[in-house]
């Protein structure tokens, strides 16, 4: 009886994210257009972190039903287990990896090169998962994820510009940094799923507990990367109304993120991020007057399609073995 409602529940959530990464994409571009001084984006991404664990506060807060009972389970779950907060630390210390590993890539790989090979986080996520939780993918599945793999390359596909300026490249170390960035991403992705599924923690709890860490990890990062022109300017140097509702958006995109995660799974979670720039690709033709091109036609038909047959088995996959395996938790990727 509660079948329907679960997947209605499921699709809600996807449907929703993949909205709020559309719209957050259109409003990121227009900040950048629009606004002459820009922001710093790393401060940005602080104060995103910041907001997520505000909010999971207030949801905590909803959730047990009193102050009293919101005290004892921050008490309990985050001030009194340092394990767990250690725990929840590993992803924001890999996504910052990554996030500089991908820069280095960048940096050493021709746009094109860099475009297709960052891509493999996809079926990377896919493997990790299998790896990670014991799930199996049908070939089908596989060849859906590959295929959405394909389709984001295309639609992101900017054709290389002729340019006088001559930048000195290492190819081999641009393909070792976008290997461990691609590692990354699937590892972490995972990784946060494994401990959200593992135990009935709430996930209010667990985002809170992931949050702190990541809001050291990226004030760290901002002081780092920009530490001198923060102290000039100012941490909200550049900020406006719409700097503002970019990072609302890129907020409540990030709780949803871990709603879809906990519910679904990442690789679920991959194809709700293929059709939110899809999206957001199309709501720029209107918004910006970019031109749709035969490649991103292609692409956004090869996501289209990707998505329809990675749903076509509907066996359930959120649940994590624990403990002996039976035949009905080795779950298929919905």
Known sequence: AHQPRYLLFKLYCLTVMTLVAAAYTVALRYTRTADKDLYFSTTAVCITEVIKLLLSAGLLAKETGSVGRFKASVSENVLGSPKDLVKLSVPSLVYAVQNNMAFLALSNLDAAVYQ??????????????????????????????FMLCGGVTLVQWKPAQATKVVVEQNPLLGFGAIAVAVLCSGFAGVYFEKVLKSSDTSLWVRNIQMYLSGIVVTLVGAYLSDGAEIKEKGFFYGYTYYVWFVIFLASVGGLYTSIVVKYTDNIMKGFSAAAAIVLSTIASVVLFGLQITSTFALGALLVCVSIYLYGLPRQETTSIQQGETTSKERLIGV
């Open 116 to 145: 297709v090979t960052y891509q493999l986080k996809i079926p990377c996520t896919a493997l990790c998962t299998v790896l990670m939780l014991n799930r199996t993918l049908s070939k089908l599945q596989w060849f859906s994820v």
